[in-house]
């Protein structure tokens, strides 16, 4: 089974000022509608930070990040839009390269059945030739791993790692938490036309993060 956590975009600008993105100026510029604000927005010289129902955008200096916070087709969509918006809408900043772009996704992996766990964590991440793996051959061992590849231009990079949550009082729920990171460099002349290009391929990103999660769990997806 698998069960998807969360997702972010974060966009890395050099001079980035989060005073820029009060509430006010979100309203003010049709990026936000002030109805779908769900908590008191944070706002000082370090961050400014503004939750609505579908999703929770954060500035700090330097970076830009926009975390979905609900499971619907129309959501990152939404996101993207505001992304785009604030791009275009923000007032002129001097020397404001924009650096880097990437989407986080991350989903928790477990078999259906709890007992099974460390076959199926030792099934993917246990080399058993290993002189290193040799040492934490034990059933109390846990494994994890990191891959990256390029993917559409951009570099993809998962980490897994084991991880533990008591869901009830004395009773623990072991998965792997899978942390997809599509990143993407903005090097060009034109970084706005990059980073649309870069959005534009959420769907695939999504869909291959699936994919890779899907394929390990197989018959317990």
């Known amino acids: 089974m698998k069960n998807l956590v969360s997702a972010d975009i974060v966009i890395v600008g050099k001079n980035l000022n989060p005073s820029i993105f009060s509430a006010e100026w979100l309203i003010d510029e049709g990026i ?31 970076r830009i990040q926009i975390t979905f916070t609900a499971e619907s087709p129309d959501v990152p969509k939404l996101a993207i839009g505001i992304i785009k918006d604030i791009i ?15 989407l986080n996704i991350r989903w928790d992996v477990a078999p259906k059945d709890q007992n099974n766990f460390v076959s199926f964590m030792r099934k993917h991440f246990f080399i058993k030739d290993s002189p290193l793996y040799r040492r ?28 533990q949550e ?55 997806d």
């Open 166 to 220: 008591e869901i009830e009082e004395g009773q623990m729920h072991e998965s792997l938490r899978f942390n997809f990171n599509y990143h993407l460099d903005l090097e060009d002349e034109k970084p706005t036309k990059t980073i649309d290009k870069f959005l534009s391929n959420w769907s695939k990103m999504r869909t291959e993060s699936q994919e890779i999660v899907s394929s390990v769990l197989g018959d317990d």
């Open 136 to 163: 934490f051959a034990e059933d109390d061992a846990r494994f994890g791993v990191y891959l990256s590849r390029d993917f559409l231009g951009m570099r993809l990079k998962v980490d897994i790692k084991p991880r």
């Open 32 to 62: 936000i509608v002030e109805e779908d604000i769900v908590e008191d927005p944070v706002y000082n010289p370090m961050v400014a930070s503004v939750t609505t129902s579908s999703f929770k955008l954060q500035a700090l200096f330097g």
């Open 88 to 102: 275009k809408k923000l007032p002129p900043v001097p020397n404001l390269p924009y650096l880097a772009i990437g």
